[in-house]
C-alpha cells in the first residue's frame, strides 16, 4: 500500500520549546491531516489542508499542506506537558466517494517539564 | 451526540474463535472504515463502507469480514481469531473528508 514517510519517529523536548514534525510521500495528496492520539484513546483531529501551499493555524499549532501536494508538516510552538502523545499525519486521495486515508507511522512526543 | 461508539473497549479470545466488534455513529456520515494500529506500523485500512450495502477491501484485508446493512453500523467480524490479529482496532466515520475516529478495541488473542 501505499506509504506516507513521517518524521521524526520519537522527540524529547523541554516544556516551552516548539516542536516540528513532517511528513514527505511519493504521491499527491488532495488533503493532509493532522491527528493526536492520547495513551488508550483514538485519534482526534487536529488540523485538516485543503489546498497546496494553504497555512492553518489552531492554536499553537500551525501546519502546512506543501506546495508539490506530497508533503505536509505541522508545528508546535511553546510546548506545554499536555501536548504529550503520538501525532500522525494521513494524507487523502479523494475520489469517487471514497474518503480513504493513509496514515504516517506517529511521531511520539514526550515533554519534559 | 455521541459521535463514534465502538464496543467492546477490551477482549480475549482463543485462537479460533470468532467474535465481532462493533461499531456505531450518530452523524449520518456515509463512509466508515476500520483501521488496526500496531506498534511501530501507524494505522492500517482493514476494510471500508462507501454507504449502506457497499463495502471494499484496504490494505490489510484477510481474516476480517465486514457488513454495512445500515448506514449507522459497520461491525467487524473475526471468523476464526489468529494470534497476529492482536491489537488495538478503531472504526471511524467520514463526514466532509474528516475522519472521525471512535475509542477503540483492545484486542489480545491466546
Known amino acids: 500500500g501505499q506509504q506516507l514517510n513521517q518524521s521524526p519517529q520519537s522527540m524529547f523536548i523541554q516544556e516551552g520549546e516548539d516542536v516540528s514534525m513532517n511528513c514527505t510521500s511519493s504521491?499527491?495528496?488532495?488533503?493532509w491531516l493532522w491527528y493526536k492520539q492520547d495513551p488508550g484513546e483514538g485519534p482526534v483531529l487536529l488540523i485538516a489542508?485543503?489546498?497546496?501551499?494553504e497555512l492553518t493555524s489552531n492554536g499553537r499549532l500551525t501546519a502546512q499542506f506543501g506546495i508539490t501536494r506530497k508533503d505536509s508538516f505541522l508545528n508546535i510552538s511553546a510546548s506545554i506537558p499536555s501536548d504529550v502523545g503520538i501525532y500522525f499525519c494521513?494524507?487523502?486521495?479523494?475520489?469517487?466517494?471514497?474518503?480513504?486515508?493513509?496514515f504516517g507511522k506517529g511521531t511520539k512526543l514526550s515533554v519534559i517539564p | 451526540n455521541a459521535g463514534v461508539t465502538q464496543t467492546p473497549k477490551f477482549q480475549v479470545l482463543k485462537t479460533g474463535q470468532s467474535m465481532t466488534l462493533q461499531c456505531a455513529q450518530d452523524?449520518?456520515?456515509?463512509?466508515m472504515s476500520w483501521y488496526r494500529q500496531d506498534p511501530g506500523m501507524g494505522l492500517r485500512l482493514i476494510h471500508y463502507?462507501?454507504?449502506?450495502?457497499?463495502?471494499d477491501q484496504g490494505e490489510v484485508p484477510n481474516g476480517y469480514n465486514v457488513s454495512r446493512s445500515t448506514t449507522e453500523d459497520f461491525p467487524l467480524r473475526l471468523l476464526s481469531a489468529a494470534p497476529s490479529q492482536t491489537s488495538v482496532y478503531f472504526c471511524?466515520?467520514?463526514?466532509?473528508?474528516?475522519?472521525?475516529f471512535g475509542p477503540g478495541t483492545r484486542l489480545t488473542v491466546l
Open positions: 452523524m449520518n456520515h456515509e463512509y
Open positions: 494521513a494524507g487523502q486521495r479523494s475520489g469517487a466517494g471514497s474518503y480513504q486515508l493513509t
Open positions: 463502507s462507501v454507504g449502506a450495502g457497499i463495502t
Open positions: 504521491s499527491i495528496f488532495n488533503t
Open positions: 489542508l485543503y489546498k497546496a501551499g
Open positions: 471511524a466515520s467520514s463526514g466532509q473528508s474528516i475522519e472521525f
